[in-house]
């Protein structure tokens, strides 16, 4: 890990700017998961600190799952930054989904920066018990 620390850049009214470089170079991370499987579906946690529901988005296309959000550092309204060292990291991860799992019936829930994300098993692919005849 480098420590290039830098002074933000002030315009000529002495307001803090970030450039297109500074915002690229934000750190994507992956965030841990907690992955349980069952004869009925697949539930997963996804640790998020400091994400709201707003700045998260969820996508299941062509047997992918991925999870793309940001997270907030709040500034109170009457503060103004000259340097910081703490930047909302951005969290990223995909998943390949079975096509054992439905995933046109995904659900997703949000609480305390932890995504919980069921999908639950076709029918077809829910594990069944056989009758087995005697003679």
């Known amino acids: 890990m480098s420590d290039n620390t830098q002074i933000t850049e002030r315009d000529q009214d002495g307001v803090a700017r970030r450039d297109a470089?500074?915002?690229?170079?934000?750190?994507?991370?992956?965030?841990?998961?907690?992955?349980?499987?069952?004869?009925?579906?697949?539930?997963?946690?996804a640790d998020l600190p400091g994400v709201s529901k707003d700045k998260l988005?969820?996508?299941?296309?062509?047997?992918?799952l991925t999870i793309d959000a940001e997270s907030v550092v709040?500034?109170?309204a009457n503060l103004q930054?000259?340097?910081?060292?703490?930047?909302?990291?951005?969290f990223s991860r995909t998943f390949t989904v079975s096509e054992d799992f439905d995933t046109s019936k995904v659900e997703a829930s949000l609480k305390d920066g932890v995504l919980t994300l069921t999908i639950p098993r076709r029918e077809e692919a829910k594990p069944r018990r056989i009758e087995?005849?005697?003679g």
């Open 21 to 45: 470089a500074d915002a690229r170079r934000r750190q994507t991370l992956t965030p841990a998961v907690d992955i349980v499987e069952d004869g009925h579906r697949v539930t997963l946690w």
């Open 57 to 64: 988005e969820v996508k299941v296309h062509d047997g992918n």
């Open 74 to 76: 709040p500034v109170p």
């Open 81 to 90: 930054l000259a340097h910081t060292e703490v930047r909302a990291p951005y």
């Open 132 to 134: 087995v005849s005697v």
